[in-house]
């Protein structure tokens, strides 16, 4: 009840904020962004807390409105980071964004809800201490990866398996999606050894 009551709270804070921003004649000229952390399980898949990498855990809330692009109440089902706002507040605000971030702009997604900015995303968690017991993931619109530091592996279908119920990473007929997904977080894993030489 706590918990659900934090949201709700959270929620009228925000309309507060929206309401401040009308009456104080800054709705036309202010762009918002609202995130949030990842919030905990309640006993999905059986487990309570956080620092797991299923779906579920890894997506946060997201909403932005840029006056004159953003359409109310329209939803976007492109893939996205965090890492992602910076980049579109510099592309929002005509600043030059340093060449080396890993984030990339949203801003077509602003424009066009139905368009697409990432073909995947990645997720990194720690559990206990150290770079050897990290647990990794990469996510597309259709499979999502984890890789843990123990070597133990799951592979979803969020197609068909949305509340990804079922590892398949030891299905002999997939064992090519593995290879793929594996490959691109391998590459992933790669490139953000590279920025930060």
Known sequence: QAYHACISFLDAQLGLIFDALKSEG?????????????????????MWGKVFLWDMCTRVPAIIRVPGMTEPGSIS?????????????AALCEIDAPADLQ??????ILN??????????????????????????????????IAWHDESEELYDLKN????????????????????????????????KSQKR
């Open 26 to 46: 800054y709705w036309e000229n202010t762009i918002i962004i609202f995130v949030s952390d990842h919030g905990y399980l309640l006993g999905e898949k059986f």
């Open 77 to 89: 089902q492109s893939l996205v980071e965090l890492v992602d706002i910076y980049p579109t507040l």
């Open 103 to 108: 984030g990339i702009s949203i801003v077509p």
């Open 112 to 145: 066009d809800a139905g368009a697409t900015v990432r073909d995947e995303t990645y997720t990194v968690v720690r559990r206990g201490n150290g770079e050897a017991e990290l647990g990794r993931t990469v996510h597309t619109d259709r499979w999502h990866y």
């Open 161 to 192: 398996d949305p509340e990804e119920l079922k590892n398949l990473a030891r299905s002999v007929e997939h064992k090519a999606v593995l290879k793929q997904m594996k490959s691109r977080l391998a590459d992933s894993m790669e490139m953000a």
